[in-house]
């Protein structure tokens, strides 16, 4: 399939408001979140998870700051994302309550080969000045092991913003592992630092969506066999595809990418 090609760099800063490619292998992605399934009330308005929510934060107003869904490719060859938070604490001098959290939901049942969500629990409370206050809890044998929750598809993993966290490696050769993403913080907290203000569209970089006839559903297919999709399921349907070539607008047979389906 012709079409124009774009290296999409690493990290926010060499991203686009609608994807940033988190490390290697692994791309997050805003774009068709603003739809259909993402946007059913039993995603958005679950009312288990916003009773949690309502105890978090206190009583205090709240709101969908992001959703996103975070694909680790497949790649026998990869490696863990440095240990990071997602955001800094709002006061330099204390310890305030949670303003903002993620909620992981993976949309495949989790294994150690699929690579997990590794957190260090505890450690949004040392985070505000990071080097001084991590070799205090250490030295005070504060510090908690990381975990690794397996989550089974549909589960959530809550944790607070500015926990030390990381994707783990997805060592499998078949399978990728997606995962939604869902943020919310107290209604006054913005991010401009997860996602750049420059979009796709604004960039003129081309985007090419797949149909059937171009073999985009096949691929799709292969990507999403597990769902157990039909033979005229596809028919139709378009795709935005990244590559984990660094982002390609197109897929080479063999190759692996991202997928996100847009109608």
Known sequence: MPGAEYALGLGARNGFREIVRRNGSRYECRM???SAPFTDDKVRKNKTLHS??????????Y????????????DPGSSHQQWHVDGGH????????????????PLVDLTEDLGPTEIRPGTHVYSRNMSK???????????KPPVAPLLKRGSALLFDYRV?????????????????????????????????????????VRVDLYNDREGGVEAFRRWYDKEGWGEEE?????????GAGCGKGWMEEGERGVFILLS
């Open 234 to 242: 596809g028919k139709g349907k378009r795709f935005l595809v990244f």
């Open 52 to 61: 949690t929510l309502h105890s978090i934060f206190g009583g205090s107003d």
């Open 164 to 204: 030390l966290h990381r994707g783990m490696a997805n060592i499998s050769s078949t399978t990728d592992r997606p995962v939604l993403v869902l943020t919310y913080a107290k209604t006054w907290f913005k991010d401009v630092f997860n996602f750049p203000n420059r979009s796709l569209e604004e960039e003129g």
């Open 63 to 74: 709101y969908l700051l992001g959703c996103s869904v975070v694909v680790s490719c497949a």
């Open 32 to 34: 068709g979140t603003s």
């Open 133 to 143: 206050m991590m070799l205090g809890a250490k030295a005070r044998k504060e510090l």
């Open 90 to 105: 709002v006061d330099s001098e204390n310890h305030l309550p949670c303003h903002c959290l993620n909620v992981f939901v």
